[in-house]
């Protein structure tokens, strides 16, 4: 089997990957070409210390600031809880984010009383460089697909995202 996936290997590298037929597949061979294409998504550990000595953000930081990329403008009530941390906790948290210029409290449009936190541009792009998989990688690597394979892609990752539970 490790023969047949260094084998393969060779083949994605040139490009050449083979057509298999559903009975040639063996669960433990695409397992491990997932395993692959995930790890190669990632940013390089190299990559990874770079960014970390110029972010200058503690870990419960950068938590805050995950939830706020991905959540986009949040209470400091709705921070506290999802961390499980004090109201104070967060606030001080923000602070500082707010002095690195990483993120910025705005009125929400809905009630002006409430106050709401979000990224600054600069807190997005640190959140980014931080992320496990970058979006560029693969937005790189899919334009070098055609539209088939894009096309066949989409739709065996539609269907593996169907019977995978979601977390959180």
Same mark, same amino acid.
């Given at each position: 089997?490790?023969?047949?996936?260094?084998?393969? !290997?060779?083949?994605?590298?040139?490009? %050449?990957?083979?057509?298999?037929?559903?009975?040639?597949?063996?669960?433990?061979?695409?397992?491990?070409? /997932?395993?692959?294409?995930?790890?190669?998504?990632?940013?390089?550990?190299?990559?990874?210390?770079?960014?970390?000595? !110029?972010?200058?953000?503690?870990?419960?930081?950068?938590?805050?600031?995950?939830?706020?990329?991905?959540?986009?403008? %949040?209470?400091?009530?709705?921070?506290?809880?999802?961390?499980?941390?004090?109201?104070?906790?967060? %606030?001080?948290?923000?602070?500082? /984010?707010?002095?690195?210029?990483?993120?910025?409290?705005?009125?929400?449009?809905? !009630?002006?009383?409430?106050?709401? @936190? @979000?990224?600054?541009?600069?807190?997005?792009?640190?959140?980014?460089?931080?992320?496990?998989?970058?979006?560029?990688?693969?937005?790189?690597?899919?334009?070098?697909?055609?539209?088939?394979?894009?096309?066949?892609?989409?739709?065996? /990752?539609?269907?593996?995202?169907?019977?995978?539970?979601?977390?959180?």
């Amino acid at each position: 089997m490790a023969g047949d996936a260094a084998a393969l !290997d060779s083949t994605v590298e040139r490009g %050449t990957a083979p057509v298999v037929s559903r009975r040639d597949i063996d669960l433990d061979d695409l397992a491990e070409l /997932l395993r692959e294409t995930v790890v190669r998504l990632q940013p390089s550990t190299e990559e990874i210390s770079a960014a970390w000595s !110029d972010a200058h953000v503690t870990m419960q930081q950068l938590r805050v600031m995950t939830i706020l990329y991905h959540e986009g403008p %949040t209470r400091v009530s709705d921070l506290a809880r999802r961390l499980s941390v004090s109201t104070p906790t967060i %606030t001080g948290i923000l602070d500082r /984010l707010v002095r690195q210029r990483l993120s910025y409290r705005m009125s929400d449009p809905r !009630d002006r009383r409430v106050v709401l @936190n @979000n990224l600054t541009h600069d807190g997005r792009e640190l959140v980014e460089r931080l992320m496990p998989a970058r979006g560029d990688r693969a937005a790189i690597a899919l334009s070098r697909l055609s539209d088939d394979e894009r096309e066949m892609l989409m739709i065996s /990752l539609t269907a593996l995202l169907r019977v995978i539970p979601q977390s959180g």
